[in-house]
Nanobody, 120 residues
């Protein structure tokens, strides 16, 4: 089971830290990723980690994904937020190879989303 938290309403330029708490799975055995979705749009990849990391281009340099194996959780630190980052953010876990990390179907386990709203 995955539980995402940490969303909220912030202004452009602010920071937020999302947390994905995982139970029933050892994250050291899985890739854990973050996706986001806005109304009417498909869910899109944001970042993933299994020790190494991968990011979508638009968040590189602003977002940092990290994992704490002892706490079995993955965090997404989001800095310099922009209005276009507004979305529901989901965390997910899977066993795919690195080249598939950006694909939804690579993840078998999904948590409920947390809403991030960035005002201009």
């Amino acid at each position: 089971q995955l539980q995402a938290s940490g969303g909220g309403l912030v202004q452009a330029g602010d920071s937020l830290r999302l947390a994905c708490t995982v139970s029933g799975l050892r994250i050291s055995n899985y890739v854990v990723g973050w996706f986001r979705q806005t109304p009417g749009e498909e869910r899109e990849f944001v970042a993933a980690t299994r020790g190494n990391t991968n990011y979508r281009d638009s968040v590189k340099g602003r977002f940092t994904i990290s994992r704490d194996s002892a706490k079995n959780m993955v965090s997404l630190q989001m800095n310099n937020l922009k209005p276009e980052d507004t979305a529901v953010y989901y965390c997910a876990a899977g066993t795919a190879i690195f080249s598939s990390w950006s694909r939804e179907r690579a993840y078998a386990y999904w948590g409920q989303g947390t809403l991030v709203t960035v005002s201009s």
